[in-house]
T-cell receptor
Framework: DVKVTQSSRYLVKRTGEKVFLECVQDMDHENMFWYRQDPGLGLRLIYFSYDVKMKEKGDIPEGYSVSREKKERFSLILESASTNQTSMYLC?????????????FGPGTRLLVL | DAKTTQPPSMDCAEGRAANLPCNHSTISGNEYVYWYRQIHSQGPQYIIHGLKNNETNEMASLIITEDRKSSTLILPHATLRDTAVYYCIVLPTNTGNQFYFGTGTSLTVIP
């Protein structure tokens, strides 16, 4: 079974803090993704990466950065956390190639910024 | 990008088949239909996907109409643990690998 793990299920931080969210996948997938999920807004893509050290902006990259130093690990960084970044953060991974590219999701990190 | 339309909510009796419809009338010929579900406070779980043919796995069956403009996810014997929000998604081929989740169908399995 594909396994995507996230470093924390719940996190509470203060405004202005630097926040690191870690994601690890064990299926040797090339692609990794960070989404946030908010009520009524569905899932929105923040960043994705298709290879080590490569990254692409998604729909809402402002206030976030990412790091992919190893193939299995994709980190999301909130440089200076703000209350409007309180959300559920979801990591996903997928392989590449023709045809279907199923994304497998982690359990999510629920972040509260006070 | 092909959009999907799903009913906001459905109920199903435990042990009965749950049939969840999805409309994707603007789907292109090489776009896949995916189904995921999300149980409260957890990450989305992959269920099944298909292109043209009907598909079945250990979790569900996917029926795609011949014109590909709609599909139905079938959970053959719904249990209480199947209570979740179900998302029907079309994977566009011109925007990389981005999945766009809408609001889905909230399925409640009733004892």
């Amino acid at each position: 079974d594909v396994k995507v793990t996230q470093s924390s299920r719940y996190l509470v931080k203060r405004t202005g803090e630097k926040v690191f969210l870690e994601c690890v996948q064990d299926m040797d997938h090339e692609n990794m993704f960070w989404y946030r999920q908010d009520p009524g807004l569905g899932l929105r893509l923040i960043y994705f990466s298709y290879d080590v050290k490569m990254k692409e902006k998604g729909d809402i990259p402002e206030g976030y950065s990412v790091s992919r130093e190893k193939k299995e690990r994709f980190s999301l960084i909130l440089e200076s956390a703000s209350t409007n970044q309180t959300s559920m953060y979801l990591c996903a991974s997928s392989s590449v190639g023709q045809g279907a590219r199923t994304q497998y999701f982690g359990p999510g990190t629920r972040l509260l910024v006070l | 990008d092909a959009k999907t339309t799903q009913p906001p909510s459905m109920d199903c009796a435990e042990g009965r088949a749950a049939n969840l419809p999805c409309n994707h009338s603007t789907i292109s010929g090489n776009e896949y239909v995916y189904w995921y579900r999300q149980i409260h406070s957890q990450g989305p779980q992959y269920i099944i996907h298909g292109l043209k043919n009907n598909e079945t796995n250990e979790m569900a069956s996917l029926i795609i109409t011949e014109d590909r403009k709609s599909s139905t996810l079938i959970l053959p014997h719904a249990t209480l643990r199947d209570t979740a929000v179900y998302y029907c998604i079309v994977l566009p081929t011109n925007t990389g690998n981005q999945f766009y989740f809408g609001t889905g169908t909230s399925l409640t399995v009733i004892p």
